[in-house]
């Protein structure tokens, strides 16, 4: 039973360019979150998705932007990226009231 | 609006001593509560959780936590460390009425050492 994967593992950027972060959530789950962890910091929640539609956000701007699919597969999209973007991106996946399950991350660097 | 606080950035201690670590929560509501641990360059694996019940979880690899709603608490512990046990750990609290499913806000982790 496959748990919850995120591609890429790592990824290069240089400022202003665009990303876009995926995650597979773990099988029979139905809830994907996603959280910025910068170095040194616990992670922070971004935003959760669920029936496709955005249910929650933290405290992140307009230029970080999500989707959820049929599947429960889910994209983290961030545009115009700056240097403190630079951390290392998790994506966890529940269901209903159940803790959530979170992936190995993607590490993205901003150059 | 919700916070989680653990006070030690670091802690060392020697393989086979006991350890607590502390962490202390600021939440409206009844909490859900979560200890979570990572290794380097890896994800966040759950060690244990609190919905409600019983004030004293159980969790894997040996880890147990206490709720204390007067001390706003959950410290984790573990009677004998094993040196596998080095990594970070975070306490988190959920919000909302489906607790483990919603928002999780954490602490900023402390790193623990093992000395063999």
């Known amino acids: 039973d496959a748990g919850v994967t995120q591609s890429p593992t790592h990824l290069i950027k240089t400022r202003g360019q665009q990303v876009t972060l995926r995650c597979s959530p773990k099988?029979?789950?139905?809830?994907v979150s996603w959280y910025q962890q910068a170095l040194g910091q616990g992670p922070q929640f971004i935003f959760q998705?669920?029936?496709?539609?955005?249910?929650q956000r933290g405290n992140f701007p307009d230029r970080f932007s999500g989707h959820q699919f049929p599947n429960y597969s889910s994209e983290l999209n961030v545009n115009a990226l700056l240097l403190g973007d630079s951390a290392l991106y998790l994506c966890?996946?529940?269901?209903?009231?159940?803790?959530?399950?979170f992936g190995d991350g993607t590490r993205l660097s901003i150059l | 609006a919700q916070s989680v606080t653990q006070p030690d950035i670091h802690i060392t201690v020697s393989e086979g001593a006991s350890l607590e670590l502390r962490c202390n929560y600021s939440?409206?509501?009844?909490?859900?509560l979560f200890w979570y641990v990572q290794s380097p360059g890896q994800g966040l694996q759950l060690l244990l959780k609190?919905?409600?019940?019983?004030?004293l979880v159980q969790g894997i690899k040996g880890f147990e936590a206490e709720f204390k709603r007067s001390q706003s608490s959950f410290n984790l512990r573990k009677p004998s460390v094993h040196w596998s046990d080095a990594a970070e750990y975070f306490c988190?609290?959920?919000?909302?009425?489906?607790?483990?499913?919603?928002?999780?806000?954490f602490g900023t982790g402390t790193q623990l050492k093992v000395e063999l």
């Open positions: 998705y669920y029936e496709e539609e955005e249910r």
């Open positions: 609190y919905f409600s019940g019983d004030t």
């Open positions: 966890a996946s529940s269901l209903r009231d159940q803790p959530q399950h």
């Open positions: 939440y409206g509501a009844t909490p859900y």
């Open positions: 988190a609290v959920g919000s909302g009425v489906t607790g483990g499913g919603n928002k999780l806000t």
């Open positions: 099988s029979g789950h139905d809830t």
